[in-house]
Structure formats: C-alpha cells, structure tokens
C-alpha cells in the first residue's frame, strides 16, 4: 500500500490538470453559447439537443473516436498528436459542455420578464442588465450545471488511460486487469475523493457568491488558485520522467543521431502486456537506458502511437495485426502470417520487427472439462452442434473480429447467447458457470488453473499469433537498444509465459516480479552500458 500511495501524486496531479482544463474549455464555450441562445428559443433547442447527443455517447467511446478524429488533422498538417493529451481533452471538454450549456440556458430564461424590463427602464444597458441582473439571478442554476460537470469530467477522465493519457485510470485498469484489488481501491477512491473535493469547493465559491459581503468569494478562488498552481508545480517535477503518459512525444532522430539513452514502452491492457513491459523495461536498464511505460492502451491506439513515434517499442501479436491492418485472408500458414506482417511493417510504417519472442498468445475457444465430458466436445467442429443450447464469453473485441467471423463461417457455429466481459473476468464466467464457453488466450496460466479444455481447431480459421517485438522508427537501429532486445528472440516459451501470467493472476505477483522471475528463466545474455 506504501508503494501505491507514493505513485499516486503523479497520476493526481495529471488527472486533476485534464480535469480543470477540461472544465475550463467547456465553460469558455457554454457560457457565451448560453447568452446567445437564452435570447433565441428556436436556436436554444437543436443546439442543446446536439449537445445531449454527445452526451449520449460512452465516456470509453468518445474517448476512442478521438484518436482517429484528431489523426486526421495531424494527417492534414495540424501539429496535433492524437495520443495521450489532446484526445483526452477533446473528449472530455465535449462531455462536460451539456450540463453546463443546459443550465445556463435554463437559468438565463427562468429570470423573471418584469424584473428585466424594470431594469431596462432604468435605463440600464443590455450589458449591464445581462452584468447586474440576469447572470447574478441565474448563478444559482449556472453553478449547478458546473458542478454537474465537475463530478460527471472527473468521473470520464478515469477513461482516458487506453488512449495514452495519465490518470487515476491507471490505478482502475490495471488493478482490475491484474487483480491487484488495493490498487484498484485506491484508484477508485482517489478519484471518489477527488470529485467531491471539487465539488465541496465550487458549492464553497457558490455560496461565497450569495453571501455578504461579496469579498468572501476571494477566498474558495484563492483555494482553487492554490491547488491549480500546485498541480502546475507538482506536474513537470513529478512525471517529466515519463513525459509520454500524458501525450508529450520526443522528437524522432535517425540512426546517425545520438546513442538513445530513455525509451517509451507501451503496453496493452492485460497482465501478459504488463509483465512484458517490465521485461523490456529491464533489459533496457542493463543497458544504460532509461524507460516510461505507458499501460493499457488499446490495440488500435498502441499501434498508431508506435507508427507515429509517441511511443517506441511494445510486443503486438502477428494475428492482430494480421487481422486489423493487413486485412489478411484466413487459412493462411503460421509462417506466411509472420512473413507478410513484418515485410509489411517494415515497408509500409518503417517498424522494426525483432521477431518472435517464441511463443503465441492466439484466442482460442475453452470449456470447462465437464462440460467437454458431458457433451463429448474436443474440437469446434463438436461445438457447433451443442452451441445453440450455450452460452459463449469474450473480451470486449472478439465478437467484432473477423477471426470470430471465421470461426462462424468455418463451423457454423451460432451460440445461444453472448456475453462481453473485462478480459479479468471471463475465466472467472466460465468458472461460476455464468457461461459455458470462453474465447480464451492460449498463453494464459489460468487454462491450467481452471481445467479448462481448449477445443482444437481442424479448420485452421484462428489466425497464428506469435508476439513480436517491434521497434518504432527513433530506434529500430540504435546498436545498444538492440543490443538490450535482440536476446529476447525466440527466448520465452509459452510454458514459462503461462507461468508468468499466472503469477500476477493467481498468486497477485506484481507484473515486475513475475518480469523478473521470467528473465532469470531465460537467461538472456547481458549488454554492457
């Protein structure tokens, strides 16, 4: 627990900063939005309904549509990085504008008409009747919109780590992916904690602003004025180490530049991701050469991030990028697979391969063994007649993968219901019995743990996924980071990877731990700083 307390500054500290930015824009928006529209009801509805609309959106989705929405624009010239920082304000500024907007609106119009025009018959001036009469009627309302927001961003904002931005998320992700419940915990009270804290001190400032005398407002401003200027003082000194996790990225130099000393490690969102990353973390340290990990990025946004150089090394999987980049046709040879992807890699995004690191990860179909037993199932073939009466678990992406198209369409296999769980929590599905098949990971420790039966595949539609270790463009040729990786080829087995896993997963391990254990299997040859 001291470990997590001492990391969770950083990650505070950027949550915080993505929050009031956040809120910050949303108001610079609404606000004059909501004058404009509080004196045109007809223009009033369609905008604040485009506005729900947005909010109708999942926070995780917004979030994600981003990424590709802002690599656009960088496409187009617009010095803008669609990793980390940018998309996670974008979102959560978009999220945070209807509340605010709403109640502006509301506020504004609910001002009494006569009380108005006594104003204007007094000779004020537009200005000075919007100053004097309808902001200070409406303040009560307009305060409440951006409390709203306030709690709704700092919620949202615990979202943003699968696009690369730092925050309490971190904690919640990777707590729940390895099981790490008092990091999970504290995460999720960090953020609890904060929100309300924010909360307390707007409700301060509201009441500051009804209240005699009107100076009294100085002091929750001066409050808020001192935790921002906190978190502008703890921010650079606390997380400049690991600039990448809240979207700064380091200019790519080429082989002929100067020896590489820091590099920026990503991670997807699952234990073997983490344990890897601290592999390579390692490495690199025998080496001389520092390392920021980015964790639990999503598939799309950690290869982009890659190919653009806001990170530089991460381990993907040949059937991933099979599937999801080169579109490849199904049926197709484990060593064809591996062939085309890193001649496609290295041609068309200027990725280095390192080459496998011995073993595969691939999805793969479980049952539990007395369900094999009961219905006599050893392939997917069997399944196919029994799947009606089934009930089949997943991550959140294979029902909309095409290996899962090409399973169907191989076996007509149609189940009677599908279920979408958190990656940690499908083996713990099919354990309860809460379904009866999963659409597990052929690495993972758990398929031993649990007894599970992996059905086999005659027809070959899964694609091959061996793990490779690919290098971004800022240092596929620098001598002493190979030196550090290369090793690595062809040097973990899935036995000691199922091992590994399995030792975050059952045994709570931290990833580092079991990153250290595998490496001392391997015994991978040392390079000198």
């Not at 509805?45 to 999942?58: D, E, L, R």
Request: hydrophobic share 55%; aromatic share 6%; glycine share 8%.
């Amino acid at each position: 627990m001291t470990e997590l307390l001492a990391g969770l500054p950083p990650l505070l500290a950027s949550h915080l900063a993505i929050s009031i930015l956040a809120l910050a824009i949303a108001c610079a928006v609404s606000l004059p939005l909501a004058v404009v529209l509080a004196a045109r009801p007809r223009l009033a509805g369609p905008v604040v309904a485009a506005a729900g609309v947005i909010q109708t959106v999942p926070g995780l989705a917004l979030l994600a549509l981003m990424v590709p929405f802002l690599a656009q624009l960088r496409d187009w010239g617009a010095g803008v990085s669609p990793f980390g920082f940018a998309p996670a304000l974008v979102a959560l500024a978009l999220y945070a504008i209807l509340p605010i907007l709403r109640n502006a609106v509301t506020g504004l119009r609910g001002v009494d008409p006569a009380t108005v025009e006594a104003a204007r018959a007094m000779g004020m001036s537009p200005g000075q009747v919007l100053r004097g009469v309808q902001l200070p009627l409406a303040a009560p309302v307009i305060a409440a919109g951006i409390r709203t927001a306030t709690v709704w961003t700092v919620g949202a904002a615990t979202l943003a780590t699968p696009v690369g931005q730092a925050c309490l998320g971190n904690y919640i992700f990777a707590g729940l992916q390895t099981r790490n419940w008092p990091m999970l915990l504290v995460g999720v009270a960090a953020s609890a904690a904060l929100a309300v804290a924010l909360d307390l001190l707007l409700a301060w400032t509201e009441r500051a602003l009804a209240g005699r005398p009107r100076n009294r407002v100085l002091r929750p401003i001066a409050a808020l004025a001192v935790l921002v200027v906190g978190v502008i003082g703890v921010l650079p000194r606390v997380t400049a180490p690991a600039a990448i996790e809240v979207g700064a990225a380091a200019p790519v130099t080429t082989a002929a530049a100067a020896r590489v000393t820091r590099v920026r490690i990503g991670a997807k969102t699952f234990t073997e991701q983490y344990i890897l990353a601290e592999v390579l973390r390692a490495r690199l340290a025998q080496a001389g050469i520092g390392a920021d990990v980015t964790s639990s990025l999503g598939s799309t946004v950690i290869f982009d991030a890659l190919a653009h150089g806001d990170i530089d090394v991460y381990v993907d999987y040949s059937g991933t990028l099979w599937t999801t980049q080169l579109h490849g046709a199904e049926e197709t040879p484990r060593w064809a697979v591996l062939a085309q992807t890193e001649g496609w890699l290295a041609r068309e995004t200027g990725v280095r391969s390192l080459g496998s690191l011995g073993f595969e990860n691939a999805y793969a179909i479980a049952v539990r063994r007395e369900t094999a037993a009961k219905l006599h199932l050893a392939s997917l073939a069997d399944l196919a007649a029994a799947a009606p009466t089934l009930a089949l678990g997943t991550d959140y992406e294979f029902q909309s993968r095409r290996e899962w198209g090409s399973v169907r369409a191989a076996y007509g296999i149609q189940f009677g219901r599908a279920a979408t769980f958190d990656p940690a929590l499908v083996y713990d599905a099919v354990s309860r019995g809460d379904v009866d098949a999963i659409a597990a990971f052929s690495s993972d420790g758990r398929i031993a743990a649990d007894d599970l039966v992996v059905l086999a595949d005659p027809a070959g539609a899964l694609p091959p996924y061996d793990a490779l270790l690919l290098l971004g463009a800022r240092i596929a040729s620098d001598a002493h980071v190979l030196c550090a990786l290369s090793p690595l080829h062809g040097a973990i087995g899935v036995d000691l990877m199922q091992r590994a896993n399995l030792m975050v997963d059952q045994d709570h391990a931290t990833p580092a731990a079991a990153a250290t254990w595998l490496l001392a299997q391997i015994h991978a040859p040392a390079c000198a700083p």
